[in-house]
């Protein structure tokens, strides 16, 4: 398809969307949480459509001769899909945050100002690999009132079309519903392009998928992005630090599951005490499969490590790779922290409050624990419900995103005539050389 | 200077500017306190040098022919000086956002997890004409413990330079906030592109200023933009509107002070009650000097009112110009403000309270009023303190941006030890070919 029709199709979805927004915006919740139940019903009903539309999907990619774990990702099975409708019920259970009165206050000139949460709009969703998020994602987002645009990896194309057409399905006993979940169904490189430039329709941008992806929207996009890029996870190990729980909370961060973006990549050791602690705990991520990598300090403790290069401290392994540098204190770990961490989640192991506070309070991260583990960083495990992903961002959302951070707020502002009584600068008279060159007028 | 040499003077002061960030967000709350004040009071002590400064930005903008509005929005006197120390002083009594405990709750297996406040880092500025917000801006993001880059008008740059100049001086106590206001002290254009880039070390952008900066900073910035674009603002006079009070709104709204983003631009009547409000209402608006341009069914009623072209209904004049327009209800008005407002400001004049309400929720601005005028859209006015702009963005912070708004938040979490239980598809066994083309390890 030519790139102008490419970008036309974009935009009239796009404005599409848009206009769809209010009437999505105004559907009580009751409704769309049985709209929400409703697809979940339809993903637990039409496994054997959705395993054939997937199939297909593989049956290219295999031939397009990706690897075993592309088509892990990209694979569905029946697990799988009742995982998805699950997933969709928890999000249809959540509580509804459209409407809330977030602030209320009188002003001394009587207004009474109301600040309530509402729908962003329209939340665009582009991402790769794995079709769940067609499910996931949007039903997020229209838990939070909104109206989603969803832009899948063309290796999920099938799979993709397959779920937005249940979602239509779902919505046929609400018609203020209808398109309240839209497919980008076109495989171009290009409609990504375009979408990205929708920022007269589209309210909010979220990239989920590798570095090269994040990069190309935030480069491009004139919409708002809410993204998180990497995750370079540190552990330090305190000299306060409690050895057993220092090697829960480094086993669980690392070997647990090495490709998600809270896996720890690092670990920082308290030279006081590094030769108690790194050839004991070495020992042990070793006999995990765990490819450790140390520093000079770090590999005279534990020759078995592999020295580490400068791009190791810098590196998001996402594997049963580690890289472990020995400290001198607190404030080193610190300063390493601010130089090489993401912003994602950080850890300090130790028994003393003092260090803990001081560490906590310097590092700045989406989430930063002390004595728990980076693994926790997660909707769920905050009690948060369903994320739509992690943010190291710091505007809007920051950590998990979940449906409240889905929506904005606006002023409701309630009077009786009231004006404003004099100009911004108080003791300042009406200039109207400041502002207009047509006729001055008097002051009022 | 070379392009290459503005984009290494840029990219390093930035860079600094992060490293400095948290030494600034751990300077108490007292001492930007105090530093503020301090700022206020050379401001206030160096009338002489700052009018001096300004003196030689009036001439050099004088002899390049910029006309009398250009030059008043540039030009300092006492008074506006004394109005920059005083709005400085209200923003040091300004309430410290840092460290605000948002939320705090404990999880089932006991971790203890803390939302809290704390600065974005660094916050650049990029504005044009108006030489206070050197001083304005930058007091507001040091309230909010953030390091501020600050990109003014060249027309301004011995103005902002001797305000920068300034801010040193009143860091010299507290030496922590050295460097915690920076110029980017650079006139060329190049120098904004090369800004917009440095999203590795700054958390926003703010543009301030006209469409044209607006649009630049939206299309070339990596770094996340708040930004107010245009304030088309309408007035709905409701079939059951006061009349008094309607024109006192108008009038408010629209001559007050017609060049500011919540000044009122259109507004819309009931065809019920035109033949009634409009006649009255246009001579009123006209004895003020306001140009009146009005779609068909308005110009039969008042005939001395001008034909409205289309764009009419997109313009934001900025000038005593108003655009009325008949709608048939308030279906048709909040359909037409959809279709036209900016997401500014929008008002209901009526006593009818379920119209009120259905307006109040059916419109999506920043602010919308019942019963008030457009012109209460302020940080000032709603309590909220100073303000470093209107937000018509939907991301962070909408309607009036203040010192809390230049916060984030990130998630303490404080534990025993705690680990993640499972795997976060709940009954999925890990599967190492998903992440991992190394070892295959045990589940763990």
């Not at 209320?104 to 665009?124: D, F, H, Q, S, Y």
């Not at 109206?147 to 993709?160: F, T």
């Not at 007269?200 to 941008?205: C, G, Y």
Request: contains cysteine; neutral net charge.
């Amino acid at each position: 398809m030519a790139t102008n029709d490419i970008r036309e199709y974009v935009e009239t979805l796009a404005r599409e969307a848009r206009e769809a927004a209010p009437r999505v915006a105004a559907v009580p919740a009751a409704d769309r949480g049985k709209a929400l139940l409703a697809f979940a019903d339809r993903l637990a009903g039409s496994t054997k459509a959705l395993l054939k539309a997937n199939a297909g999907d593989l049956k290219a990619a295999s031939k397009a001769g990706e690897n075993e774990a592309f088509l892990d990702r990209l694979a569905w099975d029946d697990r799988r899909i009742s995982g998805m409708a699950n997933g969709v019920r928890e999000v249809a259970a959540l509580p509804d945050p459209i409407g809330e009165v977030i602030e209320a206050w009188t002003r001394p000139n009587g207004i009474r100002i109301e600040k309530v949460r509402v729908p962003l709009g329209v939340v665009a969703v582009i991402y790769e690999s794995r079709p769940n998020v067609t499910a996931e994602a949007a039903a997020l987002c229209l838990r939070a009132g909104n109206v989603s645009i969803l832009r899948g990896g063309s290796e999920s194309i099938r799979s993709n079309r397959a779920l937005a057409a249940l979602w239509e399905e779902a919505f046929a006993p609400f018609p203020s519903l209808s398109g309240a979940v839209r497919l980008v169904d076109k495989t171009s490189r290009e409609a990504v392009g375009a979408l990205l430039k929708q920022d007269r329709f589209v309210d909010l941008v979220v990239p989920r998928g590798g570095e090269s992806l994040i990069r190309r929207v935030v480069e491009e996009s004139t919409i708002p992005v809410i993204k998180h890029a990497k995750g370079v996870c540190h552990a330090y190990l305190h000299k306060g630090a409690d050895y057993a729980m220092a090697e829960r909370i480094v086993v669980n961060g690392k070997v647990q599951r090495p490709g998600v973006c809270n896996a720890l990549e690092k670990v920082l050791v308290d030279a006081d005490v590094a030769a108690k602690v790194l050839p004991p705990l070495c020992a042990k991520l070793k006999s995990l499969g765990v490819e450790l990598r140390g520093d000079e300090a770090a590999c005279a403790l534990v020759p078995s490590m592999k020295p580490a290069s400068p791009e190791d401290w810098d590196a998001e392994y996402l594997a049963l790779v580690l890289a472990v540098k020995v400290v001198p204190g607190l404030e080193a770990a610190v300063e390493h922290i601010r130089a090489h961490g993401s912003g994602h989640s950080e850890v300090i192991v130790t028994s003393d409050a003092a260090a803990a506070e001081t560490f906590c309070r310097a590092v700045d991260a989406a989430a930063v624990f002390w004595n728990a583990s980076t693994r926790l960083h997660d909707g769920g495990q905050f009690g948060m419900g369903a994320e739509i992903g992690i943010s190291t961002d710091k505007i809007h959302a920051r950590g998990p995103m979940g449906v409240k951070e889905l929506t904005t707020y606006k002023f409701i502002v309630r009077g009786t005539g009231q004006i404003r009584e004099e100009g911004r600068f108080m003791n300042r008279p009406y200039n109207p050389f400041a502002f207009s060159t047509r006729a001055a007028v008097s002051w009022r």
